[in-house]
């Protein structure tokens, strides 16, 4: 059972839903317009919209048409734009500078709300969905913040699932995993304070930059020599910011880097290790250093019946050659993970081409072509999870 017929007649529409949402990108907390319109659309299509969940999150309620069964499901799609200048010269341009579509989420929207319209059409399913339009996935957890305010108290969701294109697989093909899929990613910021001085009377000093180099090394070692090498942790520093002249050691340092793991117990190791190499390294040099995590989202995890029912669905919706069912996992974060936390729920990765820049690039674009394949796996998945007796 290939892409569903009645989606497909909706595509033209579906491409100029997105293509406007793309247009007027709106960035963490601030989709006053995406969310509007998302919530026009529900509405005409005679879904009962509630707003006000994490200031412009909504969510859609639709019962289905026997209506017997006490069965619920949740749709996630995120809202929000990136902080980035677009370089393109398309029509549909982004038309709020330095604020831009290039993560695929005005894609995600399009495809929940088509894959909505043709539910509400057919309503062939038993149960309740909630079609759930969240914010500021990229910068502040848009998810946690609903879960927060009450999602799942006001929308139960028995299980819950997300959809994310992915440039560099073929357009239209899906793949997902049992398990860790998106990685738990935190910041770690280390401060150094050491004691400045002449350039050429070190030993007066407690050089901050040599000391940083030495923790920058230090490091290296964690990765290779203090994690399991079957596990996966990724350490990298990309900040360095110390000195301001040739012939002055400085008083300070600063550095910062990105932690990457799929399980909570390698990530607990990974703070733990950090923390103790930059303090014993700082403090063997007479310096004193603070360590810091500003905050990481989880891990998110596949749970095994919903990520076998996503890979049952996408083998109906595209040919079976198309569906990767155990991808490698990415190392970027999502913050559907905190539904994953609260609910089984499965994550798949829909192909954007490719040929397609990647995520986060000025030249990204999502890829209308996939549009009816995502919008008819999210209405297969309702029909398979909630099915009529
Ligand atoms: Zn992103
Ligand atoms: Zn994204």
Known sequence: ?????????????????????????????????TSAFVASQLESFGIEVHHGLAKTGLVGILRGVQNGSEKTIGLRADMDALPIEEIGEHAHKSQNRGKMHACGHDGHTTMLLTAARYLAETRNFDGTVHFIFQPAEEQGGGA??????????????????????????EAGHISTRIGPIMAISDTVQIEIDGKGGHGAMPHETVDPVVIGSLIVTGLQTLVSRSIDPVKTAVVTITQFHAGETNNAIPNTAFLEGTIRAYEEEVYQKLQDDIT??????????????????????PATVNA??????????????????????NCNPLMGGEDFSYMTQKRPGAFVFLGNGVDSPNLHTETYDFNDDIIPIGASFWARLVEKALPIR
């Open 304 to 325: 095994e019946n919903e990520a076998l029912l996503a890979i049952e669905v996408a083998k109906e919706v595209i040919p079976v050659t198309s569906v990767d069912d």
């Open 276 to 297: 103790q190499i930059a303090t014993s390294l700082a403090e063997a040099h007479g310096a004193s250093v603070k360590v810091s995590f500003p905050g990481s989202y």
């Open 144 to 169: 946690n913040v609903m879960i927060e305010e009450g999602l799942f108290e006001r929308f139960p969701c028995d299980q819950v699932f997300g959809i994310h294109n992915l440039p560099g697989i």
């Open 1 to 33: 059972m290939p892409v569903i017929n009645r989606i497909s007649e909706f595509h033209d529409e579906a491409i100029t839903w997105r293509q406007k949402i793309h247009s007027e990108p709106e960035t963490a907390f601030e989709e006053e317009k």
